[in-house]
């Protein structure tokens, strides 16, 4: 988005609550640095258990997959399906979740002797509903029985056709739920109001995972299988691409998948993968949840927006290196056009807002257009949120019908008002945070009404102001490379577990440049020791920092740099205040 004409909001520094003694306890209890003590605390850990399990929790610390309700269900149906020959259709949604659940659970029913086929479905406004779509492929390929991945919940009337043409039908999913829940062998949900598994956070790849857990326990029990002819670990790269694409919450039982799937993808063997790393110039060695977020999961996702998902799927499950570089050359290709599309929509809405700036005067936005490609629209919902720090709903329409996606702040929960408007929606479905609907042209007007009221009635003009949560107060000498090293600890970062925001006060040295047109360079002294800062994309800030020997105080994240081999601590300014 660019719309210049508005001045960025300066954020509100929210300041972290000092208990210097629950902090004395963690550094006396773990050993940690009185600074990441404070980062613990400031994340509200409130035990020792609690910052033990975050810090040190293992594999065998996962949560048994018997806790979901109707596990033993799914788990009896599928052995069932195995000992039979049956042949089996997993159905699942085509974004990047549910191309790696998909992908996970194929490939692993093949290892245990599974018929499988899968199915992925496009994302156009004017096709069948969700799963129905599905009803001649797996009738045509003679399957009995259907596994939904990161989806299925929302889906009670059509998976109802869909066992009317004597197909069982189990759900993996990890959306919230509407009024009525599929009546079908089973639903895996943490969502659900009755379910007892305790991570309501796991994501779709996550769900099925758990459910391959659940059926490898089964088969080795029976003595169909012996322990050592699968390991779950292979898989855990798929849930680590799947969760961090699908921004779950990285604490908890997530941390733990996370931080041993990026392990695995470090040394995966999956030679789509290794392409896609290759050609979106990430080093596998060296590989964090900010290059899967930024630089894998757009190329995998723009299949599910403009293109064919299928091949999502099979760039992961393939084992021929000559289709894995077609593959990866073709999702480079599809995401490249996914960001032309994406930015003719998105000057669309600048153009719009620039000419009609009193929509502002609302509390949310809500547009809609049949000039948007459906498939971008989630994107820059999820922009627009974030510039403008207000809820956003974008509708793309065709022929009649929209198709709509929502994004929000952490003020307003969506799913409370798409219930409220359940009786103009053909269906929706999501989290509370990130949603889609899809709705008739001639109730669009009604609820994007009904949508900017709800969020002026519940919001304040104080929630719409951007927050910057700081974590721990630092002084320069604090940041040794053992602090660096300690700090990863706390890894891996993302929604959830952001990396630590730190604060100090300290001198500007001399004047700041602007490098690479729109970064800035700022050269901060604190007891003696000068330390680089870098602002990205804070350029247009320069004028505000002329003097030299200015007192600042600086948010920031601290980094190792990297330079013609020679390391130094980099301070990625977050924002700052002339004192």
Not at 69 to 95: H, P, T, W
Not at 211 to 232: F, Y
Not at 534 to 547: C, H, P, V
Request: with cysteine.
């Amino acid at each position: 988005m660019s719309l210049i004409f508005l001045k960025p909001q300066e954020p509100l520094w929210v300041y972290p609550v000092i208990n210097q003694e629950w902090v004395k306890t963690i550094i006396g209890e773990f050993n940690v640095h009185p600074v990441i003590a404070q980062i613990l605390a400031a994340r509200g850990l409130k035990s020792l258990e609690e910052i033990h399990n975050f810090l040190y929790a293992k594999l065998p610390n996962l949560l048994e997959p018997s806790l979901f309700r109707d596990m033993d269900k799914a788990v009896e149906r599928i052995a069932k399906a195995l000992q039979s020959q049956e042949n089996i259709l997993i159905y699942g949604d085509n974004d990047v979740d549910g191309m790696t659940a998909t992908a996970l659970l194929v490939e692993f029913l093949r290892k245990v002797g599974g018929n499988i086929f899968f199915f992925i479905p496009g994302s156009k406004i004017q096709k069948k509903e969700i799963i129905s779509d599905a009803i001649e492929f797996a009738t045509n390929h003679k399957c009995t029985l259907l596994i939904t991945v990161d989806c299925g919940t929302t889906a009670a009337n059509e998976i109802a056709d869909v066992i009317k043409h004597n197909i069982d039908v189990i759900v993996t999913d990890h959306h919230e739920p509407t009024s009525k829940i599929p009546n079908c062998t089973a639903v895996l949900n943490p969502k659900l109001s009755n379910n007892t598994y305790p991570n309501r956070e796991i994501t779709g790849v996550g769900v099925a995972f758990k459910l391959a857990h659940a059926l490898t326990n089964h088969l080795i029990v029976d003595g169909d299988m012996g322990s050592k002819n699968i390991d779950l670990k292979n898989y855990l790269d798929l849930v680590a691409l799947g969760t961090i694409a699908d921004m779950g919450a990285l604490n908890a039982e997530n941390r733990i998948l996370v931080r041993y799937g990026l392990k695995q993808l470090k040394k995966t063997r999956r030679i789509g993968l290794l392409k896609l790393f290759h050609i979106s110039d990430v080093n596998v060695n060296n590989l964090m949840p900010i290059d899967i977020a930024t630089k894998i999961a757009p190329k995998l996702n723009s299949l599910g927006r403009i293109a064919d998902p299928k091949k999502g799927v099979d760039i992961l499950l393939t084992k021929n290196e000559e289709e894995a570089a077609d593959l990866a050359h073709e999702l480079n290709v599809y995401n490249a056009e996914r960001q032309k599309i994406e930015k003719r929509a998105a000057d669309d809405i600048d153009d719009y807002i620039n000419a009609n700036p009193q929509i502002l005067n609302d509390k949310a936005l809500a547009l809609h257009s049949d000039k948007w490609h459906p498939g971008i629209i989630p994107i820059i919902a999820a922009k627009i949120v974030k510039q403008f720090n207000r809820p956003a709903m974008l509708i793309a329409t065709e022929k009649g019908l929209g198709k709509g996606s929502l994004r929000t702040i952490a003020e307003f929960s969506l799913l409370p008002i798409l219930k409220q408007n359940e009786n103009i929606l053909i269906n929706f479905g999501g989290h509370d945070f990130a949603a889609g609907l899809t709705v008739k042209e001639e109730n669009i007007e009604e609820l994007k009404k009904n949508f900017i009221n709800a969020a002026n009635i519940a919001l304040k003009d104080e929630d719409l102001i951007p927050k910057l949560l700081l974590d721990a107060e630092v002084k320069f000498d604090d940041m040794t490379f053992d602090f660096m090293e300690a700090l990863n600890l706390l890894e891996p970062y993302g929604n959830g577990n952001p990396s630590p925001i730190l604060y100090t006060d300290a001198l500007q040295t001399w004047p700041p440049k602007i490098i690479g047109q729109y970064h800035l360079k700022l050269y901060l002294e604190q007891s003696e020791r000068i330390l680089e800062g870098i602002g990205f994309g804070m350029a247009n800030r320069q004028k505000q920092l002329k003097k030299k020997n200015q007192k600042l105080r600086i948010a920031f994240t601290p980094h190792v740099n990297i330079f013609l081999n020679k390391s130094s601590i980099q301070l990625h300014i977050k924002d700052f205040q002339a004192l």
